[in-house]
């Protein structure tokens, strides 16, 4: 054998070491695409049910936000002809309660004022409300004169 000839036999033998090994990576590669094609259509298989799920949660919580805002403009419609409704008894009735009770107050007033004596020295001694405050008669008889 020449050195040509063994030359020969060692670029062959490289060669088919070289085809082997990527034998064997192709041979990998393909069972790794075949893996991840099965599991991308498990995930698939398993998405589409929970897109589903999901969208009619979705859904769903649209429905209830929809009756919680009309439930929220009903209460603030109550609470608008609430407020209208007290402004109008207020006004209604709070000027006319307000006469007759300072009636009330006058008349028990000038009935009681008939009945006390004025040469009676309690009944002068009896202080005057005037604003929440009483003024003893002594200086009700000084702002008299004055």
């Known amino acids: ?12 033998v490289f060669w088919a070491i070289l085809v082997s ?3 064997v990576a192709l041979a990998r590669l393909a069972q790794t695409l075949r893996t ?3 599991l991308v259509a498990d995930v698939t298989d398993q998405a589409v049910p929970l897109l589903a799920d999901a969208s009619s ?7 209830q936000i929809d009756r919680v805002d009309a ?3 009903d209460v603030q419609e109550v609470a608008s002809n609430a407020s209208a409704l ?14 007759v009770a300072a009636f009330g107050y006058g008349v028990r007033r000038a009935l009681g004022g008939r009945k006390e004596d004025p040469s009676d020295p309690a009944a002068r001694s009896r202080g005057t409300v005037i604003v929440g405050r009483t003024l003893p008669a002594a200086r009700r008889t000084k702002r008299k004169k004055g």
């Open 1 to 12: 054998m020449s050195g040509g000839e063994v030359a020969g036999i060692l670029v062959a």
């Open 21 to 23: 090994f990527l034998a």
């Open 36 to 38: 991840t094609t099965k």
């Open 57 to 63: 949660a979705v859904r769903s919580a649209q429905t």
């Open 71 to 73: 439930i929220a403009s």
């Open 86 to 99: 007290s402004t109008t008894v207020a006004s209604t009735f709070g000027g006319p309660l307000v006469k």
